[in-house]
């Protein structure tokens, strides 16, 4: 997601001030690629392209996981 309003998140979901905002995510279920723009399916319909979980999670400092 290319970012969220943090205010608006905390108004909607009556999140206290003293809790602080860092990441949503975004839950639901997929619709109809058909119903996108052409530029959009064509994005929505390509390989998916992924980093290997080793690359960002680690479980010692600069030590990747071993998964």
């Given at each position: 997601m290319?970012?969220?309003?943090?205010e608006?998140?905390?108004t909607s979901?009556?999140?206290?001030e003293?809790?602080?905002?860092?990441?949503?995510?975004?839950?639901?279920?997929?619709?109809?690629?058909e119903?996108?723009?052409?530029?959009?399916q064509?994005?929505e319909?390509?390989?998916?392209?992924?980093?290997?979980l080793?690359?960002?999670?680690f479980?010692?400092?600069?030590?990747?996981?071993?998964?």
């Amino acid at each position: 997601m290319a970012g969220f309003d943090k205010e608006k998140a905390r108004t909607s979901l009556e999140i206290p001030e003293a809790f602080d905002l860092g990441a949503v995510w975004a839950l639901g279920y997929l619709g109809d690629p058909e119903a996108l723009p052409a530029p959009m399916q064509e994005m929505e319909l390509a390989p998916r392209k992924r980093n290997p979980l080793s690359d960002f999670v680690f479980e010692a400092w600069q030590k990747p996981a071993t998964l």
